[in-house]
């Protein structure tokens, strides 16, 4: 789960970073009052899950409070990377001296999280890791001991020769570190971490990604989630405890698993079409699960038709044969449907469904290959 | 011979009494393999389905019985734990079917489990089977048969796929694996295909990788590096969107994205042979075995 800016600055600031102050708006007029309250110029920040919102132009600098809630009118409501801008940040504006990067990001490689430090921070830090991957400097932590004090300090010297500022620098990522776990984190950064002119440190712009897995036991965390800034398919699947990411094709895929639910979506492309969706029903046998994967599929018009394949490990594919038949008894189909099932009580799936008017194959490909066809000639009709 | 287990394996079962574990345990003993001990907190003395003795904890089942090998189907905010306790009393082989752990227990979890001289499989996997002589998770035993071809896979359904595919051609496997596909895992590509390479009963291998990560191009370079025997690799997600991106860090760390081009470009230059559908398999897997 993807927090806003606005969100993981308050996560850190509890933490003790120093961040500049600032509140949310969702009018101009709010941005206006904020501005007027802060009493500095301010940063007009859209807050989308979405990066480069600044070359998007939805990060403006603003003298004074009227500016502002002109800014804030132009960028509320404008369109980032899809995403609809519903919120602002309005912040003090830093003096810039310096901009570094500090980041931590759980790495499959070394199983740990890791640091990840430079002294040349900003919206272009992938390019400097690419062109000059020597000012990054990377540290893995064993989180059974924690960010030691040196090893924060050695971070901090990397990024600044002023002892004092090293210090600092060491402060806030031991405080980065303590927000990444108790948030339950796979990603935090803070960029640019900024060093204005009389030496002080503040961190402008950070991000957090909570690992899903996290949610359950974090209560107060799982609350930050804002279903508006998602698309409202996703929410839906979400809620039915389905795996879904909307697509642009016209095929729609119902798939038990989600490699095999991938390796579907491939060969649909294989043979010539287009995936509507990637949706995984998951591993068990419940019918409610097959209704739910339907609804969500058939409001999607570009659907033109449905693929079922189903391999039943865990799942029981006449529990499938069932969901589907009584979800097309509540809501009759106005697409083909093509179905694959096999594995665990297959034969009693297939005579649930030719009772019901259905049709069922055991092949992979050749039920691929025909949803193809069909989707091809429902988008041609 | 085959990998990981076979008919000596003795098992026990964490959660043997919850809705998963008890239907698991019972496919279990129904395939063959010797489920000595189950393991649920407060039902030490009881027996499962008559037989199979329950115990308090992990270490009273080991004690008691000698099983060298434990499967957890516990709920995932007490998995990390569950790993724990089977390392600590001395199961040298752990197999997490869990999904849903926390990625940060995962970082305590693998040190842990490395410094108990144990191997974990999993979280968030199928298991392994060693067609004919015993299986641990829960891959469907009918669609197995034993044979030559070892199966390495990140993915459950997708495994089931390509077995049931060679199988239906009368291709028979040494033993199957699932390494699952969660970010942080205990055994990955390149420590099941060492052990094929070292297993006399294995002649080629099936390996299916997934987008995301750099597991499959290392498993590539161990391939090309240290493998005689043949690797037919496939990879799910070719079409996959491109994934929202997690902030500068993810660029920044793995230097790529991780995408199915990239992982079969490796596979080619690791001379292997690339299954474009889950049905290549068998052609290419036959080409090999002859």
């Known amino acids: 789960m993807n927090l806003h800016e606005y969100q993981a600055k308050e996560l850190l600031r509890a933490a003790g970073v120093p961040i500049p102050a600032g509140d949310v708006a969702t009018t101009p007029e709010q941005a206006e009052s904020i501005a007027q309250r802060l009493g500095t110029a301010v940063m007009v920040k859209a807050q989308v899950h979405a990066g480069g919102r600044g070359k998007a132009g939805g990060v403006k600098f603003c003298k004074t409070p009227a500016d502002a809630k002109e800014k804030a009118t132009a960028i509320l409501g404008m369109t980032i990377k899809e995403l609809v801008v519903e ?12 901009e570094a990067y500090v980041g931590i990001i759980v790495d499959r490689a070394t199983k740990k999280p890791v640091f990840m430090v430079s002294a040349a921070g900003g919206i272009d830090i992938e390019d400097v890791a690419a062109s000059t991957p020597e000012k990054i400097h990377y540290h893995p932590v064993d989180t059974r001991y924690g960010l030691l004090p040196f090893e924060a300090m050695r971070m901090g010297f990397f990024l600044f020769k002023d002892v004092k500022v090293a210090r600092q620098a060491a402060k806030i990522m031991s405080q980065l570190y303590t927000a990444f776990m108790n948030a339950g984190c796979s990603l935090a950064e803070i960029n640019p971490l900024v060093l204005t002119p009389d030496n002080q ?3 402008v712009d950070g991000k957090m990604v909570i690992d899903d897995n996290e949610l359950d036991r974090r209560p107060e965390i799982a609350a930050l989630r804002d279903e508006s800034s998602e698309a409202p398919s996703e929410v839906d699947a979400r809620n039915a405890n389905l795996t879904f990411i909307k697509l642009d094709g016209n095929v729609g895929c119902v798939v038990t698993g ?9 060969l649909v492309k294989y043979y010539g079409g287009d995936p509507a969706n990637f949706l995984d029903i998951g591993g068990s046998s419940n019918p409610e699960k097959v209704v739910n994967a339907l609804r969500i599929i058939t409001s999607d018009p570009n659907v033109k038709c449905i693929l079922f394949n189903i391999f039943g490990g865990i799942t029981r594919t006449d529990d499938v044969a069932n969901g589907i038949v009584t979800a097309t008894k509540a809501n009759p189909l106005t697409v083909p449907i093509v179905i694959r099932l096999t594995g665990t009580n297959e034969e009693l799936a297939v005579k649930i469904l030719q009772d019901n008017g259905f049709s069922a194959s055991n092949d992979m490909d050749a039920a691929v290959q025909r949803a193809v066809e069909l989707a091809t000639k429902g988008a041609a009709a | 011979m085959s990998i990981f287990i076979d008919n000596r394996t003795k098992l026990l079962v964490q959660g043997i009494t919850g809705r998963d574990g008890s239907f698991h345990a019972k496919q279990m003993i129904e395939y063959g393999t010797q489920v000595v001990a189950g393991v649920t907190p407060g039902k030490g003395g009881q027996h499962f389905e008559g037989t199979v003795p329950i115990f308090d904890t992990v270490y009273d089942a080991v004690q008691a019985t000698g099983a060298n090998t434990s499967v957890i189907y516990v709920p995932p905010m007490f998995a990390a734990d569950a790993i724990m306790e089977a390392a600590a009393a001395g ?14 227990d995962m970082t305590r979890v693998d040190p842990y489990v490395k410094e108990h001289g144990a191997r974990l499989l999993g979280p968030n996997c199928p298991g392994l089977i060693t067609p004919g002589q015993s299986k641990v998770g829960i891959i469907p035993g009918r669609i197995c048969l034993p044979g030559n071809v070892g199966v390495v896979s990140r993915s459950g359904t997708l495994t089931y796929e390509v077995v049931n595919q060679l199988t239906q051609a009368g291709i028979g496997q040494s033993s199957c694996v699932g390494i699952g596909g969660d970010p942080i895992n205990g055994t990955n590509f390149i420590d099941c295909l060492a052990a094929f390479e070292a297993d006399p009963q294995t002649t080629a291998i099936a390996m299916m990788g997934e987008i995301g990560g750099t597991d499959e191009q290392e498993a590539a370079t161990f391939i090309k590096e ?9 990879i799910a997600g070719q079409t996959a969107p491109p994934g929202r991106r997690m902030g500068h860090a993810g660029a920044i760390i793995s230097g790529s994205a991780g995408t199915a081009a990239e992982k079969i470009d490796a596979f080619h230059a690791a001379g292997m042979g690339v299954a474009k559908r889950p049905v290549d398999f068998v052609q290419l897997i036959k080409a090999r075995l002859a």
């Not at chain 2, 199961?91 to 940060?104: A, F, Q, R, S, Y």
Request: with cysteine.
């Open chain 2, 91 to 104: 199961v040298k082989l752990i197999v997490c079917i869990t999904e849903g752990l926390p990625v940060l």
């Open chain 1, 87 to 98: 919120k602002v940040l309005v912040t003090t504006a830093a003096d810039i001296a310096s």
């Open chain 1, 201 to 203: 440190l503040v961190a």
């Open chain 1, 258 to 266: 989600a490699g095999l639910a991938m390796a579907t979506m491939d």
């Open chain 2, 226 to 234: 240290h493998m005689k025997k043949p690797v037919v690799g496939f």
